[in-house]
């Protein structure tokens, strides 16, 4: 059984920064890319960013390009995402996924795993 272990999350005021760990355990077959959502009150679960687990492709939404950055440590199996300049609207809780198969990775559907989430409050 997979589980994701998400961590990092908390209060910041607007221009700060948080870094988000992702802890991947219990893996018996291959990932094919790992990503981060994230979902504000009222609203529906976003895709942020994903890294192909071989390669080290990513993609990031537009809304966080340039600010955001995805990462992973592959001996670790913990995938992070550096977030910079945070605002306001980056207030949610930010969830981290692994798909095994690698298709519509832009989309919850995508993905077969989930972690808990974890909580960014972004202050004005």
């Known amino acids: 059984q997979v589980q994701l272990v998400e961590s990092g999350g908390g209060l910041v005021q607007a221009g700060g920064s948080l870094r988000l760990s992702c802890a991947a355990s219990?893996?018996?077959?291959?990932?094919?890319?790992m990503g981060w959502f994230r979902q504000a009150p009222g609203k529906e679960r976003e895709f942020v960013a994903l890294?192909?687990?071989?390669?080290?492709?990513?993609v990031y939404a537009d809304s966080v390009k340039g600010r955001f950055t995805i990462s992973r440590d592959n001996a670790k199996n913990t995938v992070y995402l550096q977030m910079i300049s945070l605002k306001p609207e980056d207030t949610a809780v930010y969830y981290c996924?692994?798909?095994?198969?690698?298709?519509?990775?832009?989309?919850?559907?995508?993905?077969?795993?989930w972690g808990q989430g974890t909580q960014v409050t972004v202050s004005s």
């Open positions: 996924a692994e798909s095994v198969i690698g298709r519509q990775l832009r989309a919850t559907e995508g993905y077969d795993y």
């Open positions: 219990g893996r018996t077959f291959s990932t094919y890319s």
């Open positions: 890294i192909r687990w071989s390669g080290g492709s990513t």
